[in-house]
């Protein structure tokens, strides 16, 4: 496994990520059939740069 730089906490780009990543929930339990929503690949390995988007990983039930 890959493994990012730092820790969560102090890393501040994480840190702003994962704050607009929060600010957005309230959107996810408005989607119906939605079962979970995870982020992936820069975030989740601690090596996002100030300019990396934020890709999420989506669950969704099977009738949707």
């Given at each position: 496994?890959?493994?990012?730089?730092?820790?969560?906490?102090?890393?501040?780009?994480?840190?702003?990520?994962?704050?607009i990543?929060?600010?957005?929930k309230?959107?996810?339990n408005?989607?119906?059939g939605?079962?979970?929503?995870?982020?992936?690949?820069?975030?989740?390995?601690?090596?996002?740069?100030?300019?990396?988007?934020?890709?999420l990983f989506?669950?969704?039930?099977?009738?949707?």
């Amino acid at each position: 496994l890959l493994t990012g730089q730092g820790s969560w906490y102090n890393n501040q780009v994480i840190t702003k990520k994962l704050q607009i990543i929060n600010k957005f929930k309230f959107i996810f339990n408005l989607i119906p059939g939605l079962k979970a929503v995870f982020f992936c690949n820069t975030v989740a390995f601690r090596s996002a740069k100030a300019n990396s988007d934020i890709d999420l990983f989506v669950v969704s039930d099977n009738n949707t």
